[in-house]
């Protein structure tokens, strides 16, 4: 098919002249195919200036600006001339849309950076799933693609900033379309495997079998789908082009620690597709979820011990089951609409014991999760060592003012798995609540290790509430491990703890004090970055590091920054800190340019004790009314006044541990009880009896955190 081109050239630079690639805006008007660019602000984090069709619209070409400008980062060279690099797409954060009527070749010009590259998909990367068109060699500074489908595209930077000094689009414009439709099948990893053609009205049949497909081990082929992840049958007329999905889910299995949630007010869910579910007399209604016919049922099967909670349009229902594994019949009503079904295998079902605690079996992540649901105000939560794996949970919120206490930090671990990557998709946690306190466990989000299925923005915790405490915690992920997202008011206080990561692995607003906290960098082709505040301008004090540790790797010894500044005033101030790996000689690096940072240090030193003293920002594009990096004393940034506060929170005494007295038991007081590390019981003091004798016991404090053991 002959198609006459129109080539349309999009120049991100400070200063455009659209004569000067022989395109003017009458040119640029009279193109008939309908497209669309649009910049996104999903995170407001490198494109927070960019509104809809600020690239193009009515004929027109607008220059980015503010924080997508990126000046200092190369040269590319289009048609013969050097143009400045001047968009920055971030990692995962930051995509262009752009929308096209007909099939159309775009090419990029970039700057070359090893293992950086973009991404084009047919879907959001950020927001659902994760199959892609295409993927541009990160070595290759002018890169063509040909998208034979119209449709919506994604743009996506991976392995980094990817700066673009412009691309090109060439698509026909003489309104003619494909002969016949097309249909193309991704591969369950997202990978085109092939297309086919068939005539208009011809009814569907699959090209590939399931022997065709990658699927990996313990999952299974659950389909084909579009692009609304709906079921396409054999048989359907094929009236346009299509695009099917290979779909493929893990293998449910009912055992002890296994969680479900069936997502029923879905047009997307199908009973077939789940091993432990069966609907009968049923069918989907709306997005109020499945209507039920009289004897209509859902049945579950679970390993045991079970909660099952009947999510409808009214209130839900909650059953608990203690017996053998079964089969769960249930029979909704029918006036009433199934929204959901949440089904939680657990070794035993939690129940307050008489110290006040809620006692989850060791290693039960459905009991942890289903806890967590349920947990009222002043709840104690309590983990022996043992790995409480959430599966591919996200976002699991803790939405109460609780207490969650581990037996010890390196033998807790809770820890998901997720599918993708990104900040508001891949938490572990998520604190809501205010006056929440943690103490003695690790919290893993698992994009970080190599078993992981995803990699980028991996959040340990993401934490929106006011006071919340850590002690003794280990917080594991990659980029923004810890991320502070409360109000400008929040205030934290960490303890004790140990957080990792490698680039902004603390972000986030806020006055959080970090008291004696190891920071350790792990393995990063790029240099590694702590902190990336995003302070409010009413945020006095932001992130207070006091004598706080700094190591990681080898292959990072000079090799990281303290921070770099996220968005609005950021505030990061270090005091008494100790560097047993070398930073880099700045000290600081930039993300975005014109911000007035708050960067402080004091008394900066080496594991030798040599003094740091030559950090600074110049030329880092941050306003000429920042802050002076070095302070004369730390009067300032006192303890007493950015925790305490107005109100005199004092989370220093909350986190205080108690050292148990055996000659002096308080009969009141509540004790944990180990037998050479394994965990006993939680008892009160009263309850103690010659039986625990030579066994150790460690004393509460009043959040539930338990101090240092000594022998009974």
């Not at 493929?248 to 789940?274: L, Q, R, S, W």
Request: aromatic fraction near 10%.
């Amino acid at each position: 098919m002959q198609h006459r081109l129109a080539i349309l050239t999009v120049m991100l630079c400070a200063l455009i002249h659209v004569s000067a690639w022989g395109v003017t805006a009458d040119d640029l008007t009279t193109i008939s195919r309908s497209y669309t660019f649009t910049a996104d602000e999903y995170t407001d984090n490198g494109t927070s200036e960019w509104i809809a069709h600020t690239l193009y619209a009515d004929g027109r070409i607008f220059t980015p600006t503010g924080n997508t400008v990126a000046q200092s980062k190369g040269r590319s060279v289009i048609h013969g001339q050097s143009h400045l690099n001047c968009l920055r797409l971030k990692n995962v954060q930051n995509r262009l849309v752009f929308r096209v009527a007909d099939t159309c070749t775009i090419t990029f010009y970039t700057e070359i950076r090893e293992e950086r590259g973009v991404i084009v998909s047919k879907h959001d990367r950020t927001r659902t799933s994760d199959p892609y068109y295409a993927m541009q060699p990160a070595n290759s500074p002018v890169w063509s693609i040909h998208l034979d489908e119209a449709g919506t595209y994604y743009l996506s930077g991976y392995g980094g900033d990817y700066f673009i000094a412009g691309f090109s689009i060439v698509l026909p414009d003489d309104g003619s379309v494909p002969d016949k439709p097309v249909v193309r099948y991704f591969d369950a990893n997202g990978k085109l495997l092939g297309r086919d053609t068939a005539e208009t009205g011809a009814a569907l049949t699959y090209r590939y079998a399931v022997s065709d497909l990658t699927i990996p081990a313990g999952q299974v082929f659950r389909g084909w789908r579009n692009g609304d992840e709906r079921k396409v049958a054999e048989g359907t007329p094929v009236t346009d082009d299509i695009s099917l999905f290979a779909k493929a889910t893990d293998i449910e299995v009912a055992a002890v620690g296994n969680y479900f949630c069936y997502d029923m007010a879905k047009d997307n869910f199908y009973p077939e597709d789940h091993e432990l579910l069966t609907v009968s007399g049923g069918t989907y209604h709306s997005n109020l979820g499945w209507s039920f016919n009289n004897g209509g049922s859902i049945a579950v099967q679970v390993a045991g011990c079970a909660v099952v909670i009947i999510m409808t349009d009214g209130e839900p229902t909650t059953y608990r089951y203690e017996g053998a594994a079964t089969t769960l019949t249930f029979n909704p009503k029918q006036e009433e609409y199934v929204r959901g079904v949440k089904v939680y295998n657990v070794a035993t079902i939690p129940a307050k014991n008489d110290a006040g605690y809620y006692v989850i079996s060791a290693g039960d992540g459905a009991a942890l999760l289903l806890m967590l649901e349920t947990a009222q105000d002043g709840d104690k939560i309590f983990l022996p060592d043992g790995t409480y794996d959430l599966g591919h949970e996200t976002l699991t919120p803790i939405h109460a003012s609780i207490s969650l206490i581990g037996q010890s930090m390196d033998g807790v671990l809770i820890v998901n798995h997720p599918i993708y990557s990104g900040m508001n998709c891949a938490e572990t946690l998520v604190l809501q609540a205010d006056n929440i306190y943690v103490q003695d466990l690790s919290i893993r989000c698992d994009v970080s290790y190599p078993t992981s299925l995803a990699h980028g923005v991996g959040i340990a915790v993401q934490v929106q509430g006011d006071k919340c405490i850590f002690k003794h915690v280990s917080l594991q992920g990659n980029q923004d491990t810890y991320y502070s997202n409360g109000s400008a008011t929040q205030r934290g206080y960490i303890e004790d703890c140990r957080i990792e990561g490698t680039v902004d692995y603390i972000c986030g607003g806020g006055d959080i004090w970090f008291e004696n906290v190891l920071l350790y960098n792990n393995a990063r082709k790029n240099d590694d970055v702590i902190i990336a505040p995003a302070t409010k301008a009413a945020t006095r004090y932001g992130y207070v590091f006091n004598r706080c540790t700094i190591d990681g790797v080898a292959g990072q010894t000079g090799r990281w920054h303290l921070g770099r500044g996220w968005k609005h005033s950021p505030a990061g101030t270090w005091l008494n800190t100790t560097c047993k790996l070398p930073p880099s000689p700045q000290g600081y690096t930039h993300m975005n340019a014109g911000l007035k940072v708050r960067f402080h240090e004091f008394n900066t030193r080496m594991a030798d004790d040599t003094m740091i003293t030559g950090h600074n920002i110049i030329g880092l594009h941050y306003a000429a009314d920042s802050d002076p990096i070095y302070l004369d004393n730390a009067g300032i940034y006192t303890y007493a006044n950015v925790v305490k506060g107005a109100d005199k929170w004092d989370a220093a005494a909350l986190a205080a541990q108690v050292k148990a007295n055996p000659a002096a038991i308080d009969a009141e007081a509540t004790y944990l009880v180990e037998d050479n590390g394994a965990f006993v019981a939680i008892l009160k003091g009263a309850q103690l009896t010659a039986e625990h004798k030579s066994k150790t016991i460690r004393q509460a404090n009043g959040r539930g955190g338990f101090g240092e053991g000594t022998k009974y």
